[in-house]
Nanobody
């Protein structure tokens, strides 16, 4: 059984970097054919795919967020991380990590989800 859990600060100041960690159990982030993904949902809006990292360490990002987003991993801890730089209040959202079951790079392709964590950008 694959489980994912997000962790990190719930409050970030404008212009700083948002940093979150996803801890995976029940499956390896180095398993072929899966991408390990970050998705967010701002208040009153839909789910937005941000980016993902594959079994080899390859990354891909949403074009709208690419310039500010970095995804990395620690295979020894079976964790992957999200860093979003230069945040503004519009980055306030619930942030989810998820497994892309078919390497679809789309929220509709996720087969396992974390519970999500609220991150607020405010001074």
């Amino acid at each position: 059984q694959v489980q994912l859990q997000e962790s990190g600060p719930g409050l970030v100041k404008p212009s700083q970097t948002l940093s979150l960690t996803c801890t995976v159990t029940g499956g390896s982030i180095t398993t072929n054919d899966y991408y390990w993904s970050w998705i967010r949902q701002p208040p009153g809006k839909g789910l937005e795919w941000m980016g993902a990292i594959g079994s080899s360490g390859r990354t891909d990002y949403s074009p709208s967020l690419k310039s500010r987003t970095s995804i990395s991993r620690d295979t020894s801890k079976n964790q992957f991380t999200l860093q979003l730089s230069s945040v503004t209040p519009e980055d306030t959202a619930v942030y989810y990590c998820a497994r892309d079951g078919g390497s679809t790079w789309d929220v509709n392709g996720m087969d396992y989800w974390g519970r999500g964590t609220q991150v607020t950008v405010s001074a």
